[in-house]
């Protein structure tokens, strides 16, 4: 599937798993080129972003989506946003009445609080390039030792299947890619995305002691903030302490 995708890709469903980007990467080396959910109820060796663990408890849903890509790594870190919106989408549907917000750069918050997280890898094979965009979704357990606070639906009200959620999910990141497009439809992305951001307009730090205020999104994806001296600041990687969260609806 080079471009956006015209159809829903199969799914290949797990009860448990190692990771889901780890079997979708087994299955692209294997030379399968055709676009497909790897998901599971469970994860084993589960996997967040800067290599941390990922809490996978069963009753969650853990989920990857495969597929070869044509377009330039510049845009591919776009998807993070993509599939975060998508992630949104796929909550808002259950019903829930808390705000969803996103956190740069690819966690989910339901009233503040971390409900989902999204890894995008590569895997570059014979001159092209294959992408996985996985998505972790508490629905019935969260932990309870993390860096920022989470909480899951189940705590928030509302009972879904795993194999429901996938479908909510898998719809809304089918609307999502089109809007994309390959990046040509990166400007509205960026403006869905910002119009839900965690501390929009409000104070952050930076790793490297940089302190500024949240100005928006480099075309990239990037997070672009005004430094208190004035000067603009582009945070491409690391982690971000959010000073004013500015958790809204």
């Not at 996997?47 to 070869?68: D, M």
């Not at 993390?146 to 705590?155: M, V």
């Not at 194999?163 to 497009?181: I, T, V």
Request: aromatic share 4%; with cysteine; hydrophobic share 40%.
């Amino acid at each position: 599937m080079n471009g956006s995708p015209v159809v829903l890709p199969d799914v290949i469903w797990h009860d448990s798993v190692g990771s889901t980007n780890d079997e979708a990467q087994a299955r692209m080396s294997l030379n399968d080129s055709n676009p497909v959910w790897i998901a599971a109820a469970e994860q084993t060796r589960g996997k967040g972003r800067l290599g941390r663990h990922w809490v996978s408890e069963p009753g969650n849903l853990y989920a990857s989506l495969t597929w070869p890509s044509k377009v330039e790594p510049r845009r591919l870190a776009s998807l993070s946003l993509v599939a975060g919106l998508a992630v949104r989408d796929a909550v808002i549907v259950t019903g829930i009445t808390a705000p969803v917000q996103l956190k740069w750069p690819n966690d989910v918050l339901v009233g503040g609080r971390k409900v989902s997280g999204v890894l995008i890898e590569t895997l570059e094979r014979a001159g092209s390039r294959v992408v996985i965009v996985g998505c972790g979704i508490n629905l019935l357990h969260h932990p309870s030792d993390t860096r920022w606070p989470a909480t899951s639906l189940s705590a928030c009200g509302i009972t879904i299947e795993p194999r429901q959620m996938l479908e909510n999910l898998r719809s809304a990141m089918h609307a999502r890619l089109r809007q994309w497009a390959d990046g040509a439809g990166l400007a509205d992305i960026h403006a869905d995305w910002m119009s839900v951001a965690l501390g929009r307009g409000g104070r952050i730090s930076v790793e490297g002691g940089r302190q500024g205020v949240f100005k928006g999104l480099s075309e990239d994806g990037a997070l672009k903030l005004t430094l208190d001296d004035g000067t603009e600041w582009t945070h491409h990687a690391g982690d971000v302490e959010w000073l004013e969260q500015r958790v809204t609806s």
